[in-house]
C-alpha cells in the first residue's frame, strides 16, 4: 500500500507509527527511516527528541478503508462470538439451537464474502486467550477460506462452516480450571481435554435431520493422516475431508493466537508449523498446500515490521522457504533468505 507523509508533533506521534525519515541528534541518527515506533523508541524520542516535529507515513483513503474494514470485522466477529457463547450457556444442542447455529452460519458466510480484510484481520488478531467461542468463529472463517480456495460449493461451504462454529461445543463441558489452565496441563488432564471432540458429537448425533459431513466434522477434527489422532486413532481416507480442513484452521487458529500458557507465534512460523505437520504425514498436504498458498498471495503486497525495526512490503513469497520472503524497503530488495538475521515480526 502506497504511503503520505505528514510533519507532526512529538506529542502526536502513537505507537504503531512509522518514521518516513531519520530523526537527527546532533548529527547522529537516534531514529532511522522506516522505523515501527515502539514504545521504547517512543520513550526514547521523548527524553531525547523532545518538543520537535518528527516526518511519518500517513495512510491514504485506501488505507483508512481497509482500518475500517478491519474495526468492522472486529465488531462482527464479537457479535458472532458472543451468539455462539449463548447458544452453548443452553447446555444442550437441540433442533432450536442447530437452526440458530445455521442462521448465524449463512450471516458468517455473508460477511466474509462482503469484507476483504477478514482474513488480514484473522491472521493479525488470533482469537486470544478466548479458545472456545471466538476461536470457534475464527476456525469457521478460516475454513470458509479454505473450502473456498479448494473449490467447495455453497452447500460444501455451509456445512463446514456450520461444523466448525459446532467442533469445540464439548469444551463448555470440561472444567473451567483445565480449559484456563496457565500453566501446562498434565496428562490425566489433557486425556479429558481430549473427550471434548466427542462430547461435541454426543450433542449433535441425536439431532433429526443432522447432515453426516457436519457431525463428522466434528468428531474428527483431531483426528491426524498417521493415526496419532483422536479419538479414533483413524488414518488417511478413513478422515472426511471436511474434518481435515476444520484440522488446519484449528491448528493455524491456535498458533496464531496468544493462549495463558504462551505467546503466539511469529507471522510465518505459524505457516512453517502447517508446513511442518503436512509434511510429517499428520495434516493433510494437499489441502495444506491450498490453505498455504491462499496465505502467501495475501501476503504478497503486505507491509511487514522487520526484527531490525524497518518497514517494508513483501514483493514475492516461496512455499519452500516460507519465513524468508524478498521485502522491497525504502527503494531497496532485502532478501531474506541471504539476510539471515533478520525476521519478519509484524503484519501492518
Not at 112 to 122: A, E, G, M, Q, T
Not at 175 to 191: A, L, M, R, S, V
Not at 289 to 303: A, D, M, P, R, S
Request: net charge neutral.
Amino acid at each position: 500500500m502506497e504511503l503520505n507523509k505528514k510533519y507532526i508533533n512529538l506529542e502526536d506521534l502513537k505507537v504503531g507509527m512509522i518514521t518516513s525519515k531519520e530523526i537527527m541528534v546532533d548529527n547522529t541518527v537516534l531514529v532511522g527511516k522506516n522505523i515501527y515506533i515502539t514504545k521504547g523508541i517512543l520513550n526514547k524520542l521523548i527524553q531525547f527528541y523532545p518538543g520537535k516535529k518528527i516526518w511519518v507515513y500517513a495512510p491514504k483513503e485506501d488505507n483508512q478503508k481497509e482500518i475500517e474494514e478491519l474495526k468492522e470485522v472486529q465488531s462482527e466477529f464479537k457479535t458472532v462470538s458472543e451468539n455462539i457463547k449463548d447458544i452453548f450457556s443452553e447446555n444442550n444442542i437441540n433442533l432450536k439451537t442447530t437452526s440458530e447455529i445455521s442462521k448465524y452460519s449463512v450471516e458468517l458466510e455473508k460477511f466474509i464474502r462482503s469484507n476483504k480484510s477478514v482474513l488480514k484481520s484473522l491472521i493479525i488478531n488470533g482469537s486470544n486467550e478466548d479458545t472456545i467461542y471466538t476461536h470457534s468463529v475464527n476456525v469457521a472463517s478460516l475454513s470458509y477460506l479454505i473450502g473456498k480456495w479448494h473449490g467447495y460449493d455453497d452447500k460444501m461451504l455451509h456445512n463446514l462452516v456450520y461444523a466448525s462454529l459446532l467442533h469445540d461445543f464439548g469444551k463448555t463441558k470440561i472444567d473451567e480450571n483445565i480449559i484456563n489452565k496457565k500453566d501446562p496441563i498434565t496428562k490425566d488432564e489433557y486425556d479429558i481435554l481430549k473427550t471434548h471432540s466427542s462430547l461435541s458429537y454426543n450433542a449433535v448425533k441425536t439431532i433429526p435431520y443432522i447432515n453426516r459431513d457436519i457431525a463428522f466434522g466434528i468428531l474428527l477434527h483431531h483426528e491426524r493422516n498417521d493415526g496419532s489422532g483422536y479419538p479414533l486413532g483413524i488414518t488417511g481416507d478413513k478422515i472426511p475431508e471436511i474434518a481435515k480442513i476444520i484440522a488446519i484452521a484449528d491448528v493455524f487458529d491456535a498458533i496464531n493466537s496468544n493462549r495463558l500458557y504462551k505467546k503466539k507465534k511469529k507471522p510465518f512460523e505459524s505457516l512453517q508449523e502447517i508446513k511442518d505437520e503436512s509434511l510429517k504425514g499428520k495434516l493433510d498436504y494437499t489441502l495444506c498446500n491450498t490453505f498455504l498458498n491462499g496465505l502467501l498471495n495475501f501476503y504478497v503486497g503486505q507491509e511487514v515490521v522487520l526484527s531490525n525495526g524497518e518497514v517494508g512490503r513483501i514483493v514475492q513469497m516461496d512455499i519452500n522457504n516460507i519465513s524468508k520472503p524478498l521485502i522491497l524497503c525504502d527503494e531497496k530488495f532485502i532478501d531474506l533468505k541471504t539476510e539471515k538475521d533478520l525476521t519478519v515480526t509484524k503484519i501492518l
